[in-house]
């Protein structure tokens, strides 16, 4: 059976890796930066052991390795980003359709990705998103992996297109985080 964890990864300019202990300040702050995220630290520290624990479990269970990773300049092991594989639910009847047959959804390999504010500009979104479909097309053996954010958001969409995913668009507006879904199949 293939080792389904994904271990760190480096890139050009970047070392992608699971989270460990020590990050957990840095990842609520870029996670409150970027996402407006606003849990009690408490539960934020339950959420990151989680993060940590899952690593190991999600192996263990023969599972997708589902969550969020550490993006850390190789230079100076700074942590300015993470990225994130999720299980995302998609209406794809619903896209590119002014008459969706229906509204059902699909769970497909979903994509999420956050630089922080003094770091973005850089290029360091799909640098850092590359190994991850790079591991799950090579070694989860998955069709294709999606990205999904709103209409507004363009710096998603464009790191979107710096990955080559095909651009589509839900223009019925919901769900919200489903407005635009990037697509790249294998
Ligand atoms: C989305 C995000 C991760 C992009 O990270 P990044 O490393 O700065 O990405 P890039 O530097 O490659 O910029 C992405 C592209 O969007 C463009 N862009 C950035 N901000 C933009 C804006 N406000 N309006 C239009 N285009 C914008 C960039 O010019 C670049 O385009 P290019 O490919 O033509 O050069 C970052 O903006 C972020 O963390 N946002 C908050 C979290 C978030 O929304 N995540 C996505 C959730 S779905």
Known sequence: MPDLR?????????????????????????????????????????????????????AALWQPPYGDYAVALKDTGELIGSV???????????????????????????????????????GYAAEAARPVIAFLFDVMYTRRVIAATEFDNLASQGVMRQLGMTIRRNDSGSPPWCQIVGVLER
């Open 6 to 58: 994904f271990r760190a990864v480096e890139t050009e300019r970047l070392i992608v890796r699971p989270f460990i202990e020590a990050d957990a300040e840095a990842r609520f702050a870029l996670m409150r930066e970027a996402f407006g995220m606003d849990w009690p630290h408490d539960q934020m520290m339950r959420w990151h052991q989680w993060t940590l624990g899952s690593y190991e479990s999600f």
């Open 84 to 122: 994130g594989i999720v299980p995302a639910l998609v209406p794809w009847a619903v896209l590119d359709s002014a008459t969706p047959t229906d509204t059902f959804v699909q769970p497909e390999f979903g994509l999420f990705w956050a630089v922080a504010k003094v770091h973005q500009g850089h």
